[in-house]
């Protein structure tokens, strides 16, 4: 079956740096999405990969291991506004989305 | 970048009515939309996708004949939710692949209240 794992919940602290991990297995792949989601929005796009290695965008980066399924978030420079759902969805051979359950990242001063 | 129009944003309405939502792709042509549906503090659940011109294909556990989606052209859904009870209350989510990039936007979400 098709699956998509990440941690349920992480806290972290203000102006620090975290890692969300996502680990996948799918049929097939064609590229792997990460969203932020703030609680009560519509989720909005973070990053795309479709092939192996780091993609910074400013404080966020995300990284693919297409061998190993798996994918990281990672955030720095933490703000009280990064509170959120991040969640983690692979595109199939399908073209269709397969999404994990999200992790929510508390952020404390 | 792309933008998704999903309108309205908020709805209530008596139960045993009809409901419907739309979902826009404002400055791309959308081969492909999705439909969603999102209970509190829970993850997006699919619906629905739905290809222009062709009927939608629902989710295991979706009644097609209570969410009723129209894909008429490359830049238009509808998710049209029929009478409508309580249980039906959610946040229900559109989002729209471009037809060039495969890029995958999301519209600003529906909230639905069925009193």
């Known amino acids: 079956g098709q699956n998509i794992d990440q941690p349920t919940e992480m806290t972290a602290t203000e102006g620090a740096i975290v890692q969300i991990n996502c680990t996948y297995q799918t049929s097939g792949f064609n590229g792997l999405f990460w969203y932020q989601q703030h609680a009560g929005e519509a989720p909005t796009f973070l990053s795309y990969n479709v092939l192996d290695g780091l993609e910074e965008k400013g404080r966020f980066s995300s990284f693919l291991s297409r061998s190993k399924g798996y994918s990281y978030l990672l955030l720095k420079e933490l703000q009280m506004k990064d509170s959120a759902s991040y969640l983690c969805a692979v595109l199939d051979s399908n073209y269709q989305l397969i999404w994990g359950a999200g992790t929510k990242l508390i952020i404390k001063p | 970048g792309a933008v998704v129009s999903q309108h309205p944003s908020w709805v209530i309405c008596k139960s045993g009515t009809s409901v419907k939502i739309e979902c826009r792709s404002l400055?791309?042509?959308?081969?492909?939309m999705f439909w969603y549906r999102q209970f509190p503090k829970q993850s997006l659940m699919l619906m629905a996708t739905?290809?222009?011109?062709?009927?939608?294909?629902?989710e295991q556990g979706v009644e097609k004949d209570k969410f009723l989606i129209n894909h008429a052209s490359l830049t238009l859904s509808t998710l049209t939710v029929t009478s409508a009870h309580p249980e039906d209350s959610s946040f229900y989510i559109c989002?729209?692949?471009?037809?060039?990039?495969?890029?995958?936007?999301f519209g600003e979400g529906s909230r639905l209240t069925v009193l």
């Open positions: 400055d791309f042509q959308a081969t492909t």
């Open positions: 739905s290809n222009e011109g062709s009927k939608a294909t629902y």
């Open positions: 989002s729209a692949r471009e037809r060039e990039s495969g890029e995958l936007f």
